[in-house]
């Protein structure tokens, strides 16, 4: 059981160059969840899923785009890449089960991306 | 808008001493309210989960209060260790709408020094 996983771990864009980020998750999670972490800044929420082949616009989304064909896999995009995209970026999943002691994210373990 | 804020950004103790991390939130409205804490270079792990209803959560020697009214929790970290060494994020969960996911809205974080 391997959790959530993120690839790839580090990147580096030039800038207008296109990348996809892929987040696959083993827990048959039904939300899946994309966000940037900036320093001082805490995690923002980019975009979310709450089931396959749904996604929904979150706290950040301009300039990413997001897919969910499979239940399991998570993708982010970026089309144009610019350098105020340059930020950590943790994939999360979540149950839909509302119960107290489930109601949280797994996150994996980010990926480091730099545009120049 | 929900706006949460960690203060202070970065505190250091020696050993021996208790941790106090303290979490603000502007909207009282909230689900549940989380800490996390983060390792360098890893993602996040959920520490205590505490539900709108309840005053305080406890797991070992950590204990998380809950005012929801004043928009307040505190993380106590009693008899601190060199391993506690983080950055502990606070997170809170707004609405129980299926179309809303599980939203976290996340503070930026205090990163703790447990000096030997």
């Known amino acids: 059981n391997a959790g959530v996983t993120q690839t790839p771990k580090f990147r580096v864009l030039k800038t207008g160059q296109s990348m996809t980020l892929l987040c696959a998750q083993d827990?048959?999670?039904?939300?899946m969840y994309w966000y940037r972490q900036d320093p001082g800044m805490g995690l923002r929420l980019i975009h979310y899923s709450v089931g396959e082949g749904t996604t929904a616009k979150g706290e950040v989304p301009d300039g990413y785009n997001v897919s969910r064909l499979k239940k399991q896999n998570f993708l982010l995009g970026l089309e144009s890449a610019a350098p105020s995209q340059t930020s950590v970026y943790f994939c999360?999943?979540?149950?839909?089960?509302?119960?107290?002691?489930?109601?949280?994210?797994?996150f994996g373990p980010g990926t480091r991306l730099t545009v120049l | 808008k929900q706006e949460v804020t960690q203060i202070p950004a970065a505190l250091s103790v020696p050993e021996g001493e208790n941790l106090v991390l303290n979490c603000s939130f502007t909207d009282s409205a909230i689900y549940n309210l989380q800490w996390f804490r983060q390792d360098p270079g890893k993602g996040l792990t959920s520490l205590l989960l505490i539900q709108s209803s309840q005053r305080e959560q406890t797991s070992g020697r950590l204990n998380a209060s809950l005012d929801k009214s004043s928009g307040r929790s505190t993380l106590y970290i009693a008899a601190s260790q060199p391993g506690d060494s983080a950055t502990y994020l606070c997170?809170?969960?707004?609405?129980?709408?299926?179309?809303?996911?599980?939203?976290?809205?996340f503070g930026g974080g205090t990163r703790v020094l447990v000096k030997p």
């Open positions: 997170a809170v969960r707004g609405e129980v709408i299926k179309a809303a996911g599980n939203k976290l809205t």
């Open positions: 827990m048959n999670h039904e939300y």
């Open positions: 999360a999943s979540s149950p839909e089960v509302d119960r107290p002691r489930t109601d949280t994210q797994y």
